[in-house]
T-cell receptor
């Protein structure tokens, strides 16, 4: 079945530093979604990318969908302590959504 | 406010006991899903349902059962056959059938610990 991998598994940064997580799918995706899960919380939808090469921004967050629609990235500029959490990408597999392994972000003040 | 309600939030169970986790949504969403999350791990799909009275196995359905008698409700039973049931269980829903094109809304989760 489809597999979605993310790297790195974990990253610890100082507040103000940038952060990037990468998502790779074993198959071509029709779209990719990103979710954020705060510690002790539940995943919350951030964004969906549909077009090849698409780039979308949400304040300090920049999301990119690869040209081949098999990979994606999330870049956070100048991290803040509120960015702490685990970031998941997710891709469709027929009627269900397959989640990546997640990248856990820690931000030290 | 519309949303998904999961209960209980925390649950302790002795080995050999079945437990049922509740999931109710008032979003009028067609599809509902159950995911399992282990510490430091991603989300793995247990079961999903696109319409009432129909459901499909996900990637790790063994030891679990579900029902979808009402559109709003999708309870999950963790049976004694589930070898490692201690985990965080997340219920989700999507507006239309086919999560592939639809955003998932998650409940707050139920944390099950087997003693």
């Amino acid at each position: 079945g489809q597999q979605v991998m993310q790297i790195p598994q974990y990253q610890h940064v100082q507040e103000g530093e940038d952060f990037t997580t990468y998502c790779n799918s074993s198959t071509t995706l029709s779209n990719i979604q990103w979710y954020k899960q705060r510690p002790g919380g539940h995943p919350v939808f951030l964004i969906q990318l549909v077009k090849s090469g698409e780039v979308k921004k949400q304040k300090r967050l920049t999301f990119q969908f690869g040209e081949a629609k098999k990979n994606s990235s999330l870049h956070i500029t100048a991290t803040q302590t509120t960015d702490v959490g685990t970031y998941f990408c997710a891709g469709p597999d027929f009627q269900k959504l397959v989640f990546g392994t997640g990248t856990r972000l820690l931000v030290s003040p | 406010d519309g949303g998904i309600t999961q209960s209980p939030k925390y649950l302790f169970r002795k080995e050999g006991q079945n437990v049922t986790l509740s999931c109710e949504q008032n979003l009028n969403h067609d599809a509902m899903y159950w995911y399992r999350q282990d510490p430091g791990q991603g989300l793995r799909l247990i079961y999903y349902s696109q319409i009432v009275n129909d459901f499909q196995k996900g990637d790790i359905a063994e030891g679990y059962s579900v029902s979808r008698e009402k559109k709003e409700s999708f309870p999950l039973t963790v049976t004694s056959a589930q070898k490692n049931p201690t985990a965080f269980y997340l219920c989700a829903s999507s507006k239309d059938r086919g999560a592939g094109a639809n955003v998932l809304t998650f409940g707050a989760g139920s944390r099950l610990t087997v003693l």
